[in-house]
């Protein structure tokens, strides 16, 4: 059995899949790729066919963003396993550093890293979005505090401060089967490390930009954010950590640093 594997959640055709796809495929650490979906097609099943990747159907009943993502974190046994968004793209060292990283730290819960945007298929290393996560990171900087539940849950007090397709879980260190499962539509992710904030064990930040997240006018975020219902979201998490009359601030404030999210 591998020790990790990129599961690529796949859904519908997106033209960037590929890309994804050979990102993964081009690891210093050869680690498993498999391709999860919702929604097979003959898209998905020849560039499977192309690559030599298993397609692994997702036939529950229940769907939606939150239940697809723990649908591809449990699809495979492997030790860790990194959810690969399928419009975004990994550099080469990322899963050996990834797996360097775990080895150090066998109590870890997660392990991720820092990433860049890719816009206009230039990347971006800096701008504000970016600048205030790896402000709100500062805490796991310090290794001995990363095992300690409040300065786990410091880091998602103001704001979701982890990049999700930067993740990779340590799947035997989770007791909770479903971490990401809500009604939730944009942070489906926050959700998952607020619940697993409270279990036993590290939250392991890898400071190199090793991921890209790509945004672009139809990735799920920027059309999210068009439709007003990130802001709900928002208070509903900040609501986890803060009253109310704070977590209503830090929602306007918060806010701000969506506009980078923004196409230019």
Same mark, same amino acid.
């Given at each position: 059995?591998?020790?990790?594997?990129?599961? &690529?959640?796949?859904?519908? %055709?997106?033209?960037?899949? %590929?890309?994804?796809?050979?990102?993964?495929?081009?690891?210093? /650490?050869?680690?498993?790729?498999?391709?999860?979906?919702?929604?097979?097609?003959?898209?998905?099943?020849?560039?499977?066919?192309?690559?030599?990747?298993?397609? +692994?159907?997702?036939?529950?009943?229940?769907?939606?963003?939150? /239940?697809?993502?723990?649908?591809? !974190?449990?699809?495979?046994?492997?030790?860790?396993?990194?959810?690969?968004?399928?419009?975004?793209?990994?550099? /080469?060292?990322?899963?050996?550093?990834?797996?360097?990283?775990?080895?150090?730290?066998?109590?870890?819960?997660?392990?991720?890293?820092?990433?860049?945007?890719?816009?206009?298929?230039?990347?971006?290393?800096?701008?504000?979005?970016? =600048?205030?996560?790896?402000?709100?990171?500062?805490?796991?900087?310090?290794?001995?505090?990363?095992?300690?539940?409040?300065?786990? !849950?410091? &880091?998602?007090?103001?704001?979701?401060? +982890?990049?999700?397709?930067?993740?990779?879980?340590?799947? =035997?260190? +989770?007791?909770?089967? %479903?971490?990401?499962?809500?009604?939730?539509?944009?942070?489906?992710?926050?959700?998952?490390?607020?619940?697993?904030?409270?279990?036993?064990? !590290?939250?392991?930040?890898?400071?190199?930009?090793?991921?890209?997240?790509?945004?672009?006018? %139809?990735?799920?975020?920027?059309?999210?954010?068009?439709?007003?219902? !990130?802001?709900?979201?928002?208070?509903?998490?900040?609501?986890?950590?803060?009253?109310?009359?704070?977590?209503?601030?830090?929602?306007?404030?918060?806010? /701000?640093?969506?506009?980078?999210?923004? &196409?230019?």
């Amino acid at each position: 059995m591998a020790l990790h594997t990129f599961v &690529v959640l796949a859904y519908k %055709e997106s033209i960037y899949l %590929e890309t994804c796809i050979k990102s993964v495929l081009n690891q210093k /650490y050869k680690s498993d790729v498999v391709i999860a979906t919702s929604t097979p097609n003959d898209f998905i099943y020849n560039l499977a066919n192309k690559y030599n990747l298993r397609v +692994i159907v997702n036939n529950e009943q229940k769907h939606g963003i939150g /239940y697809d993502f723990d649908f591809a !974190r449990t699809c495979v046994n492997s030790e860790l396993v990194t959810i690969a968004h399928q419009d975004d793209i990994y550099e /080469y060292d990322y899963s050996n550093e990834v797996i360097q990283a775990y080895k150090k730290n066998q109590d870890s819960l997660i392990v991720f890293t820092d990433y860049f945007e890719v816009r206009n298929h230039k990347k971006v290393y800096s701008n504000t979005n970016l =600048k205030i996560k790896r402000l709100l990171l500062t805490p796991l900087k310090v290794h001995n505090l990363t095992n300690f539940k409040l300065f786990k !849950r410091s &880091v998602l007090a103001f704001g979701n401060s +982890i990049c999700c397709p930067a993740v990779t879980f340590c799947n =035997k260190n +989770i007791s909770l089967k %479903e971490i990401f499962a809500s009604d939730l539509k944009c942070d489906v992710d926050w959700l998952a490390w607020e619940r697993v904030s409270k279990e036993k064990g !590290r939250f392991i930040f890898v400071n190199k930009p090793l991921m890209g997240h790509r945004i672009h006018e %139809e990735s799920t975020t920027t059309s999210i954010i068009e439709g007003n219902i !990130r802001g709900k979201e928002d208070l509903f998490m900040f609501k986890k950590f803060w009253p109310e009359f704070i977590a209503k601030f830090l929602t306007k404030a918060f806010a /701000y640093s969506e506009k980078s999210n923004e &196409v230019k």
